[in-house]
């Protein structure tokens, strides 16, 4: 009799070259426990309703957690005349159990059982992604903690532009990465939900019982329409788009701290076990964990266009194509997981040369705008103010000095009666200082918005 679950209607053998092209094992034999677990909470439901005894379910039950372990000791023969993995745990339970394990596949097909057990798997990555981005979190608030005093150079257009508190900077990355997090909590909601009971595409004429299957898998609701189900990878789409905003969000921190280690900035003390040498160049310390994090980005990114590309088009339902969706998912998920795994200890081993920072923040007119606030408020037209501090950043510059350095007296020209005070208010610290607006980085705003971040990720 042929292994095919489905030998009954074909005469013959499948060519190899076709195994070979359609067998999808080599990839989805990933999700065993996911279809375990499923096929478990099928069978139960199954006795419940009375398609199957109560005993049998049981020797199912039992059955497919021996085939399970089986799998985890890596004894599990692997066939591509098997197709899949479904496929490869429904024989196996049929090897051990004969007609009884014939009954499992009551009342669904593979295409609401790859779904179901594809969204368990997406489920398990969203909480292992969200817990990575925490942890992420907490090394970024660690820094905030240890550096709160220090003024970094905040930059546009890679130009120095204002000053910031270095936990304003580290706490600007916790932002971005609760955002994800936000993100994923979203996307869980629309992969949380039970496919498994559409059966092939129009649901059964069995007395299935969907919310007794739903309850046992933990899922939030049951999917409404048949018909949607095998051909519904949106929460794939959403998943990977959110691993792409990470590896996005990552990539520009992994870019700005490359810049940030180089001579020229010389700004941060890698870690020595996060940075490789060269062979040749016996001095060389190269960032290359940041580099890699830069460039896998591509990937992930790659991984979100490849899925979009490969559901565009598709008629309903269930179409041979969606079984390409997994080696995009779990290559985006498991580049993304490589990079945060490196990132939380990079990030907490990571240490600002303070001393190169002070050295040189107050070069470059970080404290500008702020005097050109301090000339608002004493009255002077915001585009006066503007004007005349162009100017004078123009003079000094052309002086080779800073604004603190010109004369009292070009103070004085534009803010009569209050120049000597005008020029006393420069410098960074002041600038920092004077920063009042909510979200900004003056320090009460910065040390409120750690102290709730603490607490947040407490
Ligand atoms: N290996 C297939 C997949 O992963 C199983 C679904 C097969 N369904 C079908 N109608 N041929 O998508």
Same mark, same amino acid.
């Given at each position: 009799m042929s292994q095919k679950t489905w030998g009954g209607r074909f005469t013959g053998g499948t060519d190899r070259r076709v195994e070979e092209f359609t067998e999808s094992i080599g990839v989805d034999r990933r999700l065993y426990r996911h279809d375990i677990v499923a096929s478990q909470a099928h069978a139960a439901m199954l006795a419940e309703v009375g398609l199957i005894s109560v005993a049998e379910a049981a020797q199912i039950g039992e059955a497919l957690d021996a085939i399970g372990t089986e799998i985890e000791a890596g004894t599990m023969p692997y066939s591509i005349a098997l197709e899949d993995i479904h496929t490869h745990i429904e024989q196996a339970l049929i090897a051990r159990l004969g007609d009884i394990g014939r009954k499992l596949h009551t009342g669904r097909s593979r295409n609401d059982q790859v779904v179901t057990d594809v969204r368990l798997w997406v489920r398990e990555a969203i909480d292992r992604t969200d817990e990575l981005l925490a942890d992420l979190q907490r090394a970024f608030v660690g820094s905030a903690g240890r550096d709160e005093g220090v003024i970094l150079p905040g930059y546009t257009h890679l130009q120095r532009a204002q000053p910031v508190l270095a936990a304003h900077y580290y706490l600007a990355y916790v932002e971005k990465f609760q955002r994800d997090r936000e993100r994923l909590t979203d996307c869980r909601k629309r992969a949380n939900v039970l496919s498994l009971g559409a059966a092939a595409l129009a649901g059964s004429s069995l007395p299935i019982d969907r919310e007794s299957v739903r309850a046992k898998l933990g899922f939030d609701s049951v999917a409404r329409n048949s018909l949607d189900v095998s051909s519904d990878r949106d929460f794939l789409v959403e998943f990977v788009f959110d691993l792409s905003m990470i590896a996005i969000?990552?990539?520009?921190? $992994?870019?700005?701290?490359?810049?940030?280690?180089?001579?020229? &900035?010389? &700004?941060?003390?890698? *870690?020595? $076990? &996060?940075?490789?040498?060269?062979?040749?160049? *016996?001095?060389?310390?190269? *960032?290359?964990?940041?580099?890699?994090?830069?460039?896998?980005?591509?990937?992930?990114?790659? $991984?979100?266009?490849?899925?979009?590309?490969?559901?565009?088009?598709l008629p309903l339902a269930y179409n041979r194509d969606l079984q390409e969706d997994k080696? $995009?998912? &779990?290559?985006?998920?498991?580049?993304?997981?490589?990079?945060l795994l490196v990132a939380a200890p990079l990030v907490a081993q990571t240490k600002l040369r303070r001393d190169v920072l002070a050295a040189r923040i107050e070069d470059g007119f970080l404290d500008a705008t702020t005097l050109m606030e301090s000339l608002i408020s004493r009255g002077v037209p915001m585009r006066t103010a503007h004007e005349a501090v162009g100017v004078l950043v123009k003079k000094a510059e052309g002086a080779r000095g800073r604004l603190a350095d010109l004369p009292v007296a070009d103070f004085e020209a534009v803010a009569p009666g209050a120049g000597a005070a005008v020029r006393g208010s420069l410098g960074v610290a002041n600038a920092i200082a004077a920063f009042r607006s909510y979200g900004s980085t003056a320090p009460v705003e910065v040390a409120a918005q750690l102290a709730a971040w603490r607490e947040r990720l407490a």
């Open positions: 969000h990552l990539s520009g921190w $992994a870019e700005e701290w490359a810049i940030w280690s180089t001579t020229e &900035f010389n &700004f941060l003390e890698l *870690p020595d $076990a &996060f940075c490789t040498g060269s062979s040749i160049m *016996p001095h060389k310390k190269n *960032p290359d964990v940041l580099e890699l994090t830069r460039g896998k980005t591509g990937r992930v990114i790659g $991984a979100l266009q490849q899925l979009l590309v490969l559901l565009k088009g080696a $995009a998912l &779990f290559d985006a998920f498991d580049t993304v997981e490589g990079c």
